[in-house]
């Protein structure tokens, strides 16, 4: 994700970074540029009947309409992006919350240095599981392996990371149990968190594995093609040349804001728009290593 200041307009105006919607559509514009331009010039120059050149200026009328329609699909497309990104965003906070709340609880519960050494290498072990997975990657690298003086972390890596590690949290609890080192109310509220986790899992796999209907990103595509490829037909009488920027600009815009939301409505990988969980990742180790200090 992209840190900025908000504030900066002229910042905003003047800067393009490598993930811009104008590098990636700036070849399709160039090819716009030359077919209005191959339009423009064909009307002008071999259009003379003033019966045909009043009903393709009358194009121009129905576009006008098709506008109105047309911002009010961009508007519900960029909403419904926005809301998964949002989304997914609440339930990193929420991972967040939970991750500190039970590392507070067991540090509270467990007397024995070496168990909650256990749980908050962890902890920390599941959220970065957890953005992985989200990612379709292991990157081993990055987890705690030596859990405490005598454990080292175990997992297979063709199966569901996440649920690995919170299955053996929640058996490292049972055992503390058996042990009587736990009574049944302090585990009641270890285990409100622990679900906590695997509810923030689904939540972002429902994100992750529920794209918006085919349909309706094909129709929206469609729909902006169509509109711009019969647009110069109309405005070239009333515009000239000219009406070959303008429209460039027109599909910039509208094509824009079809990519934005393809980029964010699944907001867990590495794109420039996407959540920054590594930031949440590194926040969460910082957590629990000044929890288990206090």
């Given at each position: 994700m992209i840190d900025y200041n908000p504030k900066e307009w002229f910042t905003f105006i003047f800067r393009f970074h490598k993930n811009d919607t104008l590098r990636k559509l700036l070849p399709v514009m160039a090819g716009i540029v030359v077919y209005c331009t191959v339009i423009a010039y064909y009307e002008l120059n071999y259009i003379k009947l003033a019966e045909t050149i009043a009903e393709l200026k009358n194009i121009s009328i129905l576009h006008s309409i098709l506008g109105f329609v047309i911002s009010l699909l961009l508007v519900f497309r960029t909403n419904t992006a926005y809301d998964r990104w949002w989304e997914g965003r609440k339930l990193w906070g929420a991972l967040i919350n939970n991750s500190r709340n039970l590392m507070m609880l067991l540090n509270s519960m467990v007397k024995d240095k070496e168990e909650r050494s256990y749980f908050r290498n962890m902890i920390i072990n599941y959220a970065y599981a957890l953005k992985n997975h989200l990612r379709n990657t292991v990157v081993e690298s990055e987890f705690v392996m030596q859990l405490n003086s005598t454990e080292t972390l175990q997992y297979k890596r063709d199966e569901h990371i996440p649920n690995q590690l919170a299955q053996q949290l929640i058996t490292r609890v049972m055992q503390l149990v058996e042990?009587?080192?736990?009574?049944?109310?302090?585990?009641?509220?270890?285990?409100?968190?622990?679900?906590?986790f695997t509810d923030i899992c689904g939540g972002c796999e429902r994100i992750k594995k529920t794209p918006i209907p085919f349909s309706y990103s094909v129709f929206f595509k469609k729909f902006i093609f169509f509109y711009i490829m019969t647009m110069p037909l109309g405005y070239v009488f009333s515009l000239g040349y000219y009406a070959a920027p303008i429209i460039v600009f027109i599909f910039y815009v509208l094509a824009s804001m079809e990519l934005i939301a393809e980029e964010i409505e699944d907001p867990f990988g590495q794109d420039a728009n996407d959540l920054p969980t590594d930031n949440i990742c590194a926040a969460i180790k910082q957590s629990m290593h000044e929890l288990e200090q206090v």
């Open positions: 042990k009587k080192e736990l009574s049944t109310e302090q585990v009641w509220l270890v285990n409100q968190n622990l679900q906590a």
